[in-house]
């Protein structure tokens, strides 16, 4: 069965930065594959595109330009921010404000973002809100391991159910 809309997808991939004897960034093997449903924009359109049409047992390969991918590096993600903000039970945890130390917080709407903390003064966190894989270009090789046609509960409810997928 080909790859099209509302596919069920799974597929094991090789992750590389820029070409294929790039740095490994992620590897997601057969007996842990990555399954999503084809189509409803789980997965970035770039990499849905190099996956279409494709059967089980196709192997694929790809690059994708930061761009296609998660953008290119952004200096207004990068911010100082007040290092009261790290302040836990009075005290500033200096542990956590270790450099390329990551660390979870809200913005201002309430979302959840990744900041990586760059460089810390007297008063102020220098921090990169970026993801961290911005900037970079994405090598994928992999293989496809199933495809079927999603059901109706799992398009309106936007993911897989059972087998590798959401589980109650």
């Known amino acids: 069965m080909q790859i099209k809309k509302d596919s069920v997808v799974s597929l094991?991939?090789?992750?590389k930065h820029n070409d294929p004897q790039g740095e490994v960034i992620e590897v997601t093997?057969?007996?842990?594959?990555?399954?999503?449903i084809y189509g409803i924009g789980q997965m970035i359109?770039?990499?849905?595109e190099n996956?279409?049409?494709l059967n089980i047992g196709d192997h694929f390969e790809f690059t994708l330009?930061?761009?296609?991918?998660?953008?290119?590096?952004?200096?207004?993600?990068?911010?100082?921010?007040?290092?009261?903000i790290f302040t836990i039970n009075g005290e500033i945890d200096h542990e956590m404000l270790t450099?390329?130390?990551?660390?979870?917080?809200?913005?201002?709407?309430?979302h959840m973002l990744q900041g990586k903390v760059l460089g810390v003064?007297?008063?102020?966190?220098?921090?990169?809100?970026?993801?961290p894989m911005a900037g970079k270009n994405l090598h994928f090789t992999g293989k496809i391991l199933h495809v079927r046609e999603a059901?109706?509960?799992?398009?309106?409810?936007?993911?897989?159910?059972?087998?590798?997928?959401?589980?109650?």
Do not use: C, Q, W
């Open 121 to 131: 003064s007297e008063n102020s966190v220098r921090m990169d809100f970026n993801h």
């Open 29 to 36: 093997k057969e007996n842990d594959p990555l399954i999503f």
């Open 12 to 15: 094991s991939y090789v992750l």
């Open 151 to 168: 059901t109706a509960d799992e398009i309106s409810h936007g993911h897989v159910h059972g087998e590798g997928g959401h589980h109650h």
């Open 51 to 53: 996956l279409m049409m």
């Open 65 to 84: 330009n930061s761009k296609d991918a998660y953008g290119d590096m952004s200096e207004d993600a990068v911010i100082e921010l007040e290092k009261s």
């Open 99 to 110: 450099i390329g130390n990551i660390i979870p917080m809200r913005d201002s709407h309430g």
């Open 45 to 48: 359109p770039k990499f849905e």
